[in-house]
């Protein structure tokens, strides 16, 4: 039986799409599937004809269906042909699947109500979803999120119990001196940038610095952050980022680039995520979020 890369190449030909859902519950909305059912058309560049409805599609059938038409749709009947689904369906389905138990997981950990961007959330757990796909993540109990979108008036690192479904830990996280001053606006993966850099990171080993106790961390995206080894971005305490120094100076102090947290509790985070857990810094740049091979796979 022909595959669906060779039908879509045969010339002198059309494909209507059929979709069925691949894992997907019942409780998925219709909607849901026709949208899927657009996408995977577009990818092939194949019509899907308006006058498809969902409601004629069996929600009961365990794979997608295509059905090759040569010169009109009806002269061929859809039960005649059964292909298997293609890479960008399987991704897609698999996509969809990921962000939805990440919007479960978000709403019964009630991490809206700590603050955090539920696309923060989202992308965090498409991004460990992958990584852990790849065998690459060592810790895999723990996720921290720094939510660039917010203050940093705010508590805005989030270290996340994977296995227990909990928040472990939110408190405040500074920002590179140069990413901007209550805000992270702007983001960079030079050296001597003391900026920020966006993206998907794998903690290391711990060590005793000028700062006490600091966590080494290497970046896994290439032109965002995997220069951050080169540029001794760490994870440490500080006293510059604490309510008293933000009640004393009006503003939250500035890193060069680390992510430094208050004294008091920098000991405690940095022993519960070294050694090989995820850290995602969030900001809703387009650019990174259409670009990072992390999250796109």
């Known amino acids: 039986m022909?595959?669906?890369?060779?039908?879509?190449?045969?010339?002198?030909?059309?494909?209507?799409?059929?979709?069925?859902?691949?894992?997907?519950?019942?409780?998925?909305?219709?909607?849901?599937?026709?949208?899927?059912?657009?996408?995977?058309?577009?990818?092939?560049?194949?019509?899907?004809?308006?006058?498809?409805?969902?409601?004629?599609?069996?929600?009961?059938?365990p794979a997608i269906s295509t059905v090759l038409a040569e010169k009109t749709v009806t002269a061929v009947s859809a039960k005649k042909l059964d292909y298997s689904v293609s890479a960008a369906a399987k991704k897609a389905f698999e996509v969809k699947m990921v962000i939805e138990q990440a919007i479960t997981l978000y709403d019964s950990m009630k991490l809206g109500e700590s603050g955090l961007n539920q696309k923060a959330f989202e992308y965090a757990w498409r991004g460990y979803h992958n990584l852990m796909k790849k065998g690459q993540i060592k810790k895999s109990s723990v996720l921290s999120i720094c939510d660039f979108t917010q203050s940093s008036r705010n508590k805005r690192l989030y270290v996340i119990d994977v296995t227990n479904k909990k928040l472990l830990f939110n408190t405040y996280v500074s920002h590179g001196m140069n990413s901007g001053v209550e805000y992270a606006t702007s983001f960079?993966?030079?050296?001597?940038?003391?900026?920020?850099?966006?993206?998907?990171?794998?903690?290391?080993?711990?060590?005793?610095?000028?700062?006490?106790?600091?966590?080494?961390?290497?970046?896994?995206?290439?032109?965002?952050?995997?220069?951050?080894?080169?540029?001794?971005?760490?994870?440490h305490g500080s006293d510059y980022i604490t309510p008293d120094y933000l009640k004393d100076n009006g503003e939250m102090g500035r890193s060069l680039g680390c992510a430094a947290m208050p004294n008091a509790v920098s000991p405690k985070i940095i022993k519960t995520i070294k050694n090989g857990s995820c850290l995602f810094i969030y900001s809703p740049s387009v650019k990174y979020l259409n670009a990072s091979s992390v999250i796109n796979g």
């Open 2 to 61: 022909k595959t669906l890369s060779k039908l879509v190449s045969t010339s002198s030909v059309s494909l209507l799409v059929i979709t069925s859902p691949v894992l997907i519950s019942s409780s998925h909305k219709k909607a849901d599937l026709y949208t899927s059912t657009s996408a995977i058309a577009a990818t092939y560049r194949i019509p899907v004809l308006t006058n498809t409805t969902i409601k004629n599609i069996s929600y009961n059938a």
């Open 188 to 235: 960079s993966n030079r050296a001597n940038s003391f900026k920020s850099s966006l993206g998907f990171f794998l903690t290391s080993k711990t060590y005793f610095g000028r700062n006490g106790l600091s966590l080494k961390v290497k970046g896994l995206e290439k032109g965002y952050n995997d220069l951050a080894a080169r540029r001794h971005i760490v994870l």
